[in-house]
């Protein structure tokens, strides 16, 4: 077992994963509005999951573009 290789959360505990958390969403969301895979941001299954469909919400209701042009 490696200890010094355990992770961090870059979610706080505090923070919740919801579709109106913009500033939260922005973090996870690459500069063309994808949205990052787990093993390049380190948060977990759950939280990935409740990212996902967070930003997809967020997507239709207007608060995230769906594609940024330059």
């Not at 109106?20 to 969301?29: H, Q």
């Not at 990212?51 to 608060?63: N, S």
Request: charged share 25%; hydrophobic share 35%.
């Amino acid at each position: 077992m490696n200890l010094s290789r355990q992770r961090t959360s870059p979610i706080n505990e505090g923070e919740i994963i919801n579709y109106k958390n913009v500033d939260l969403l922005r973090r996870f969301i690459t500069e063309q509005g994808k949205i990052l895979p787990r093993r390049l941001t380190g948060v977990t299954a759950k939280q990935q999951r409740q990212l996902a469909r967070a930003v997809k919400q967020a997507r239709i209701l207007g608060f995230l573009q769906f594609l940024y042009k330059e």
